[in-house]
């Protein structure tokens, strides 16, 4: 393992405590779900120890993922077998949608309110609409770019046109914590961009590395990006971190996506044997990324 690799794994290993279901969850959603979504236990152990992470710990963090209804488990003779529940893949694939999906376009010049009625469940209703790419501008009035949610709920829904361009910037900075946000993004540049350095001298990899290192990237990138309403840029301060954190994240993982690959190919096993060939939509990941092209790996 590269020396740069281990330095990663020390930064994740420095924060406390290790949240090793969050991780599972990425394992799974990133490499696992786009080739059948069915994983061995085995195989999945054999990723964790690369990631420092003990047996123990992992058994641990999956009962707790199966009886929070994130994951279902069965055995074939002694083997044991894991994939996302529906409630999982749903979840995950909202957040496919943020993670690795193009920005959005440009803003169309008018805003989504929705004015929240007394429902009984506000703070889940405001939850649910806050992870949908709301912003709060009071405790019943929520705001987005555009319509992010279908027209049905407790709520009134109206459209709102600001008299200029300075008057929304204003409206979006009450609405989202863009200082916070973009804190998040600048992390994680500071952290991945000595990675894309050695990528483009040319380092060279081992397909395990280039698997936990791609891993790891969407593990912290999932963390800053699904903070962000994903504003229009028009709406944003100039420049914008969360663009550079973007085109960062896009070109280290399409470089190290055809090694992470092999390690799978010739690793990962589910209830039938080697997984399946990736989806279609898998190839469409950070799609406008351009791949360092001086990479040793193998």
Same mark, same amino acid.
């Given at each position: 393992?590269?020396?740069?690799?281990?330095?990663?794994?020390?930064?994740?290993?420095?924060?406390?405590?290790?949240?090793?279901?969050?991780?599972?969850?990425?394992?799974?959603?990133?490499?696992?779900?786009?080739?059948?979504?069915?994983?061995?236990?085995?195989?999945?152990?054999?990723?964790?120890?690369?990631?420092?992470?003990?047996?123990?710990?992992?058994?641990?963090?999956?009962?707790?993922?199966?009886?929070?209804?994130?994951?279902?488990?069965?055995?074939?003779?002694?083997?044991?077998?894991?994939?996302?529940?529906?409630?999982?893949?749903?979840?995950?694939?909202?957040?496919?949608?943020?993670?690795?999906?193009?920005?959005?376009?440009?803003?169309?010049?008018?805003?989504?309110?929705?004015?929240?009625?007394?429902?009984?469940?506000?703070?889940?209703?405001?939850?649910?609409?806050?992870?949908?790419?709301?912003?709060?501008?009071?405790?019943? @009035? =929520?705001? #987005? &770019?555009?319509?992010?949610? +279908?027209?049905?709920?407790?709520?009134?829904?109206?459209?709102?046109?600001? /008299? *200029?361009?300075?008057?929304?910037?204003?409206?979006?900075?009450?609405?989202?914590?863009?200082?916070?946000?973009?804190?998040?993004?600048?992390?994680?540049?500071?952290?991945?961009?000595?990675?894309?350095?050695?990528?483009?001298?040319?380092?060279?990899?081992?397909?395990?590395?280039?698997?936990?290192?791609?891993?790891?990237?969407?593990?912290?990138?999932?963390?800053?990006?699904?903070?962000?309403?994903?504003?229009?840029?028009?709406?944003?301060?100039?420049?914008?971190?969360?663009?550079?954190?973007?085109?960062?994240?896009?070109?280290?993982?399409?470089? @190290? =996506?055809? #090694? &992470?690959?092999?390690?799978? +190919?010739?690793?990962?096993?589910?209830?039938?044997?080697?997984?399946?060939? /990736? *989806?279609?939509?898998?190839?469409?990941?950070?799609?406008?990324?351009?791949?360092?092209?001086?990479?040793?790996?193998?």
């Amino acid at each position: 393992m590269v020396a740069f690799v281990e330095t990663l794994l020390d930064k994740f290993h420095e924060r406390t405590p290790i949240r090793a279901g969050s991780l599972i969850v990425t394992v799974f959603g990133d490499a696992v779900v786009p080739r059948g979504g069915v994983l061995s236990l085995t195989s999945l152990h054999e990723i964790m120890r690369a990631f420092r992470i003990s047996d123990t710990l992992v058994r641990t963090a999956l009962s707790r993922l199966v009886s929070e209804g994130w994951f279902e488990r069965w055995k074939v003779g002694r083997n044991s077998y894991y994939r996302l529940t529906p409630h999982g893949q749903e979840a995950f694939a909202q957040a496919t949608r943020r993670i690795y999906a193009d920005q959005p376009q440009d803003w169309q010049g008018s805003f989504d309110l929705l004015l929240l009625d007394n429902a009984q469940d506000r703070s889940a209703l405001r939850s649910e609409l806050t992870a949908a790419g709301y912003g709060a501008l009071g405790p019943d @009035l =929520l705001l #987005a &770019a555009a319509a992010s949610t +279908d027209g049905t709920g407790p709520f009134l829904r109206l459209s709102a046109t600001p /008299a *200029d361009p300075a008057t929304a910037r204003r409206l979006v900075e009450r609405a989202w914590p863009l200082a916070e946000i973009e804190s998040r993004y600048r992390r994680f540049i500071e952290t991945y961009s000595g990675i894309l350095r050695a990528l483009t001298r040319g380092a060279g990899f081992a397909n395990l590395d280039a698997l936990l290192v791609r891993i790891l990237l969407i593990h912290d990138y999932r963390r800053s990006v699904l903070k962000d309403p994903l504003l229009p840029a028009q709406l944003l301060p100039q420049p914008w971190a969360g663009v550079e954190a973007r085109t960062l994240c896009g070109t280290i993982y399409r470089t @190290l =996506l055809p #090694a &992470a690959e092999r390690w799978i +190919d010739t690793h990962a096993q589910n209830d039938t044997g080697p997984l399946p060939s /990736a *989806d279609r939509d898998f190839g469409r990941r950070f799609a406008s990324a351009e791949p360092v092209a001086a990479l040793k790996i193998g």
